[in-house]
Structure formats: structure tokens, C-alpha cells
Nanobody, 127 residues
Framework: QVQLVESGGGLVQAGGSLRLSCAASGHVFNTSTMGWFRQPPGKERAFVAAITWDSIHIAYQRSVKGRFTISRDNAKSTVFLQMNNLQPEDTATYYC????????????????????WGQGTQVTVSS
């Protein structure tokens, strides 16, 4: 059983920064593609960023490229999302997710491709 636990969310003013962390338990982390998704109030969950098991391949949603950075530390079974220059439209619940087949398939952008999910952490950006 894989468990993912996010932390690092909070309230920040526009232009500020937050760093989200996702700690994983279970032996599949090191071979999983790890992703971050977000779900604004009343909207569907959407892809933000993902990173392959070896950190070689990384993908971002267009609206966060250049502001957000995803990284991982396999020794600590943790994936990070550094978010800079946050804007009100970044307000959402952020979820960490693991794609167990990512070792073979690379990066997927679809919610249904991910097997394991955290409980989410709230990010609120005030204007």
C-alpha cells in the first residue's frame, strides 16, 4: 500500500512563494512517475507538473511553466513543488499523485493514469 502525504500549503500574497512536499511510503516510489495536480473550487482536477523516476523527464502545465519547479529526492521518497510568483488563479487544493507504470510510460497528464493520491493541501493566494 502506498501512502502519499502532502504538506506546505498555506495562505500567501500574490507574488509570494510556497514549497509543497509529498512524502511517500511504499516501495514503488522510486520507479513511479510523480505528479502534482490541482483542483480549484468548483472545477475539475487538472495536471500541474510531473517528473519521471530518474528526474530526466519533466513536464509542466503551460500556465505554471517558469514559475513552478518540480523535483524529487528518491532517497527520501519525497517529491517537491516549488511555486514562485504565485497568483490568485493558482488558488486550489494541490494533490500529489503517483503513476506506478511511469517507469515504462514516462509522463502522463491525465488524472486516471495515476494510481496513488494524497489527501491534498490547500494553497490560497490573495491579491
Amino acid at each position: 500500500q502506498v501512502q502519499l502525504v502532502e504538506s506546505g500549503g498555506g495562505l500567501v500574497q500574490a507574488g509570494g512563494s510556497l514549497r509543497l512536499s509529498c512524502a511517500a511510503s511504499g516501495h514503488v516510489f522510486n520507479t513511479s512517475t510523480m505528479g502534482w495536480f490541482r483542483q480549484p473550487p468548483g472545477k475539475e482536477r487538472a495536471f500541474v507538473a510531473a517528473i519521471t523516476w530518474d528526474s530526466i523527464h519533466i513536464a509542466y502545465q503551460r500556465s505554471v511553466k517558469g514559475r513552478f519547479t518540480i523535483s524529487r529526492d528518491n532517497a527520501k521518497s519525497t517529491v517537491f513543488l516549488q511555486m514562485n510568483n504565485l497568483q490568485p488563479e493558482d488558488t486550489a487544493t494541490y494533490y500529489c499523485a503517483g503513476d506506478r507504470l511511469g517507469y515504462y510510460t514516462g509522463i502522463n497528464h491525465q488524472v486516471h493514469e495515476y494510481d496513488d493520491w494524497g489527501q491534498g493541501t490547500q494553497v490560497t493566494v490573495s491579491s
